[in-house]
Every structure is written in C-alpha cells, then in structure tokens.
C-alpha cells in the first residue's frame, strides 16, 4: 500500500508537505503549530506531545520518551535505545498515522553543554534518530511526523537522516520569523 493515494498528493495537505520535505517541521509561533496539529488530529493522526524544556538532561528526555510512547520496562535510556524501540516498539496506526510534537525543543537543545566540538549534539541525534524513524515507518505505508517548535526563530538542524528541518509553510521566510 502506497503512503498516499494520488488524490492524497497535494500541496495544500499539510501532511503530505511536511513528509514530501523530509517529515520534521520546524515551528516558531505556537499558534501556527497548534493549527497544524489540530488539522492533522481530524485526519485522524495519533498527536504525542512533548514539552522539551522540562528536560534538564539526558536522562529527563529518555523517562519522558519512554513514558509518553509506553516503551518496555527494559529500554535502556540511551540513543541506541531510542533507535530501536522507535523502530520496534513504538506502533504507528496504518490508519491515519502518528505525529510527535516537541514544544520549547530549543530548551533541550541548550543543555547539551557535556559533547566534545566534533560531536553532534544530543539534540540533533535525537532528531536524526526520529527521521530515520519516519522512513523505517514509511517502508510499511505508515505515517509518521515530527514537528518541533522553537522560541528561538533562527534554530537550524540539519543532515536529519539525509535532509535538513525545514520550517513550516507559514513561518518558511525568516521575515515571518522576525529575522
């Protein structure tokens, strides 16, 4: 089964635009995101949803990861973890489909303070590991989002598993941003 239908292939779909650009969407204002969350919610997508800046570390975001997706008693709180039961733990419906959704994902990317300069940060890894994720999905005609929102508006996260995040149709110029 194809991941969309040929009528379903249409720019003015915000799921097919958000997955046709890599599947993870930036966000700044969270009225915009909300707009698009609760638009992907009547299309019958399950909505997961994350406040980022309560991570204080590592640790913070695998419990809260772990909790809110019901991973098994034995994941093991690191990224090869997360990796795997994203791929096999973590059930997106062949109906519909998932969407992850990251407020405030700028916070957590901050307190990654701990990494060398030739290693990527955590929040960037985590991001990556979740793209690879959509594609995995995609393989079985599932769909599976992640849309991050950010307060800061000039937040780039780039090579997520061969594409960059792109920010959201209404907030793509940096003018729309306040930059």
């Not at 997106?92 to 303070?113: E, N, R, T």
Request: aromatic share 12%.
């Amino acid at each position: 089964m194809a991941i969309f239908s040929p009528h379903e292939a249409d720019d003015q779909r915000r799921d097919w635009i958000i997955l046709r650009d890599g599947g993870v969407a930036l966000y700044w204002r969270p009225e915009v995101l909300k707009k698009d969350v609760d638009w992907l919610e009547e299309q019958g997508y399950n909505i997961v949803e994350f406040d980022a800046s309560k991570w204080n570390s590592e640790e913070q975001m695998h419990d809260s990861v772990r909790s809110a997706l019901s991973f098994p008693y034995y994941y093991g709180k690191n990224l090869d973890a997360l990796d795997e039961c994203m791929r096999d733990d973590f059930t997106v419906p062949d109906s519909g489909g998932a969407v992850l959704v990251f407020h405030h994902y700028d916070q957590f990317a901050k307190i990654d303070q701990r990494r060398g300069p030739d290693q990527r940060k955590l929040a960037q890894v985590v991001l990556d590991i979740l793209a690879g994720t959509i594609r995995y999905h995609m393989l079985f005609g599932r769909r599976l989002l992640i849309l991050v929102q950010s307060d800061d508006p000039g937040i780039r996260f780039d090579d997520l598993a061969g594409f960059s995040a792109g920010w959201n149709s209404q907030e793509w110029l940096n003018s729309s941003r306040g930059l």
